[in-house]
């Protein structure tokens, strides 16, 4: 029986689903910039759950821009709200059984508004209004940051997985290229790739996939949702400025192998409040 409520629910959900009849058509191949010019590499935060049946397609648009841009695009799938990404009653019945949900996808989606998937937010600048946006312009959104110069030059350094312990450990060096007159925050998250689970999805035949790949999820952020301060507002071009860290694992991780480290600066106030200045990814292991 619970089965059918689920299809029930996700047809009477297909209408919270984001759908453009006109999607964008080619994607941009990005131009960077000569010379030693530090660029701005972009985070796109996927906004997606499990039993969204229309997320599928935008996590293959998502890897599309991947492919393009590589390591300059850090993608992160954020799943989020209780339509789409808790579990199913009963559990432990292998039937969408995981609950994908993480303390801050629940902050993001309220903090951030977002109450229909599938979305998606480009180093979440305000686009048209909002943060949350289609995944029909996410390509012209991450062209038109992505070769811009980076306003800090940020690095992981020693980054290490203690599997004894179930440690993480390193440190974050960020280096001020322009000034900025607000302070930053440094967010750190665990995603995991490879994760295989149900998904609803309706270019399936039948819809209910058993065996999905779910990419870069978010695992968890490491210290909280909205980070720690890293950038007192006002620093001098050239500043630089030392994080170390140790956390451990985040408990749902599956395959500690399979997992990445995600460092992001982003700006707590002022007119570009929220905004990502400069994001950077490392494999947990090589």
């Not at 850090?74 to 789409?84: A, E, I, K, N, P």
């Not at 019945?93 to 903090?111: L, P, S, V």
């Not at 229909?116 to 946006?133: C, E, H, Q, S, Y």
Request: negative net charge.
């Amino acid at each position: 029986m619970h089965r059918q409520a689920l299809l029930l629910l996700a047809i009477s959900a297909f209408s919270s689903c984001d759908i453009v009849d006109s999607p964008k058509g080619e994607l941009a191949t990005p131009t960077p910039p000569p010379g030693n010019t530090v660029t701005r590499n972009v985070l796109l935060e996927d906004c997606t759950g499990f039993r969204c049946n229309n997320c599928p397609d935008a996590a293959v648009r998502a890897m599309q821009l991947k492919s393009i841009y590589g390591d300059r695009l850090v993608v992160v799938g954020v799943h989020m709200t209780t339509t789409f990404a808790q579990p199913v009653e009963p559990l432990d019945d292998n039937w969408y059984d995981t609950d994908f949900r993480t303390e801050a996808g629940n902050a993001y989606e309220t903090t951030f508004g977002i109450d229909a998937l599938p979305k998606g937010m480009v180093n979440r600048k305000v686009i048209d209004g909002t943060r949350a946006i289609s995944r029909y312009t996410w390509a012209s959104a991450v062209a038109g940051m992505i070769d811009q110069e980076a306003a800090v030059d940020l690095k992981i350094r020693d980054l290490n997985y203690d599997g004894a312990a179930n440690t993480i450990s390193g440190t974050v060096t960020g280096v001020v290229r322009q000034p900025l007159s607000t302070a930053h925050n440094i967010t750190l998250y665990i995603t995991e790739d490879h994760v295989i689970d149900w998904q609803l999805n309706n270019q399936a035949n039948p819809p209910d996939v058993p065996d999905y790949e779910h990419r870069h999820v978010l695992r968890g952020a490491l210290n909280s949702p909205w980070g720690q301060p890293f950038l007192a507002a006002g620093p001098a071009v050239g500043d630089t400025v030392e994080l170390a860290f140790s956390f451990g694992m985040p408990t749902n991780v599956l395959v500690p192998s399979n997992c990445a480290l995600v460092a992001y600066v982003y700006s707590t106030e002022g007119a570009d409040q929220y905004e990502v200045k400069q994001v950077v990814e490392e494999a947990l292991v090589p």
